[in-house]
């Protein structure tokens, strides 16, 4: 039997015990190769378990009591420690979201905390831990001349290096002109055409050509990971954007794949440029405003707080237009909802994914509330973070809803004139006829076989190898009826037939086909047959 051995692992840290078991349990954590080493409670406690275990990464929250978080990243660099950062916040911190990136955080997470949010931040960390090599006495000298490229200025953009002295020293034996003065950080961030690149972008062309143009300015250019370039410069005469549009033109000029560049600001020191860095990837994400940016600077990021939350939200306008399938009102009010997150112009774009998001979910869950089975997933919510613009957004949010709304009508068939509760009368007439597409006799012949096993959708969706949002829309459109009334109307065809069995108890044939209690199943018998199953039950006598 194989073993798992994980490869990372993790320190989870917050005052909130229910915060803190949602995080153990709602991360598949062996799927991303994750062990979780310790759990804290309180800012000293992480502080000490992190330095302990030197995990690879720590979940934190921003506030927590001894000490808070940003206490807690500062205690841990200074110990030497290279632990990458998560942190967890409410809207009411949102100001420390700054000094928590001059830290070194690589992800600042607003709660309540989207959980495919948080997989994806671990994800994308994970992918980016280094991961040490041993060193053949060939390869060692050819790692001393790329030091600056890989480790040592990604460590130092990533908030790992706080040794000054250390740093000094390394920029004095390399041949670049970059100083430990103010600096700032930009990120290249390319979207290449794999038909055009197939064995990656030509990075090494780039950085040569890039470190010709410049030889004459105090920088560092190296690549980060398979998307990214990272560029590094002193404070100089020339402004941030300036040199951005430069090194655009240079790169179109020689006919090189065109980035986005992000700029982040000016620090002091180059120990401190981790900030610039973050503050550039944060610039970055406001291009959902405007995809012809090509430049985005760190004074677009928004700081004023917002103030709107889902709780303000009134969602049973968006309900009524699933249940009626009103394709034009879910339409409408998607584009409200959005426009209805711009308190300012440009809001921080985590917050409208992650309201986006949680709307979403909380109309799942709503439906989910008062249906007789689990709303299967009809959308993936990690497509919604993929999208580029506010309006590629409000598509994302109209079409997962309308077909929430063809899967709520195909199993349930609320677009018509039946209510959301009870059992409507149904027509048998109307299942009759025998069908002649092969995958609904074969679900028929499998719903017949297995009435009384406590069936549902999925079952029969993957018995005929389908999904079952998929399933039961084909369903519906094959047979005109929606999948409630038909499983109904076989439950009670096979209960009917038990009944016939004066001996036989009403309660054990309620429960063998699904129904916790007499009355609910005494009531959907008498809609179809018009008598109570005990009356059935006694003519039969």
Request: proline share 5%.
């Amino acid at each position: 039997m194989d073993t798992y051995t994980p490869e990372f692992t993790a320190v989870i840290a917050d005052d909130e015990p229910s915060v803190l078991s949602g995080l153990q349990n709602s991360v598949d954590w062996a799927s991303l190769g994750i062990s979780i080493a310790a759990v804290a409670r309180d800012g000293r406690q992480a502080l000490n378990l992190i330095i302990t275990h030197q995990p690879d990464i720590a979940i934190i929250d921003i506030k927590m009591p001894e000490m808070n978080g940003l206490e807690v990243i500062h205690g841990v660099r200074e110990a030497g420690v290279s632990t990458d950062f998560i942190i967890l916040s409410g809207y009411d911190e949102f100001s420390y979201a700054k000094d928590a990136i001059r830290y070194g955080a690589k992800a600042y997470l607003l709660k309540p905390l989207n959980k495919k949010e948080l997989h994806d931040e671990l994800y994308r960390i994970c992918s980016q831990r280094p991961h040490a090599q041993p060193l053949s006495a060939d390869s060692e000298s050819e790692f001393h001349a790329d030091s600056l490229g890989i480790s040592f200025f990604s460590d130092l953009i990533d908030g790992k290096l706080l040794d000054s002295g250390k740093a000094s020293q390394i920029l004095r034996s390399s041949q670049s002109r970059l100083t430990s003065d103010s600096c700032y950080v930009m990120v290249f961030l390319f979207s290449p055409d794999p038909s055009e690149f197939p064995e990656g972008l030509p990075f090494r062309q780039i950085i040569s050509r890039l470190d010709t143009q410049f030889s004459g300015k105090g920088h560092k250019f190296w690549q980060y990971d398979d998307q990214k370039l990272i560029g590094i410069f002193n404070s100089s005469g020339s402004f941030p954007e300036q040199t951005a549009r430069q090194c655009l033109e240079i790169l179109s000029l020689e006919r090189f794949p065109s980035p986005i560049i992000g700029i982040g600001d000016t620090v002091s020191r180059l120990l401190e440029c981790s900030y610039s860095y973050n503050r550039a990837l944060t610039a970055l994400s406001y291009r959902l405003y405007d995809e012809r940016l090509d430049i985005l600077s760190w004074n677009l990021i928004c700081t004023v707080p917002p103030q709107l939350k889902l709780t303000d939200i009134d969602y049973l306008s968006l309900i009524q237009y699933i249940v009626k399938k009103d394709a034009g009102g879910i339409e409408a009010y998607c584009g409200n909802f959005v426009d209805s997150l711009l308190y300012v112009p440009m809001p921080p774009p985590n917050y409208v994914f992650s309201m986006c998001y949680a709307l979403f979910n909380q109309i799942s869950r709503e439906f989910s509330s008062f249906t007789y089975q689990d709303i299967s997933e009809t959308a993936n919510p990690r497509e919604l973070y993929k999208c580029a613009t506010l309006s590629r957004i409000k598509e994302w949010l109209t079409a997962s809803f309308c077909r929430l709304s063809e899967f709520v009508d195909a199993v349930y068939g609320y677009s018509g004139d039946t209510p959301l509760t009870g059992d409507a009368p149904l027509n048998l007439r109307e299942m009759a006829e025998e069908p002649k597409d092969n995958i609904i006799r074969d679900a028929m012949a499998y719903v017949k076989e297995h009435i009384n096993q406590h069936i549902k959708l999925k079952d029969i969706a993957n018995h005929v190898h389908l999904s079952p949002s998929y399933f039961a829309i084909y369903f519906k459109s094959k047979t005109n009826i929606n999948l409630r009334d038909y499983l109904l109307k076989e439950k009670m065809e096979y209960a009917k037939r038990r009944l016939t069995d004066p001996n036989v108890s009403i309660s054990d044939v309620a429960f063998d086909i699904g129904y916790g209690d007499y009355r609910s199943f005494s009531r959907a018998f008498k809609n179809i047959y018009g008598i109570t199953p005990s009356d059935f039950q006694n003519k039969q006598k």
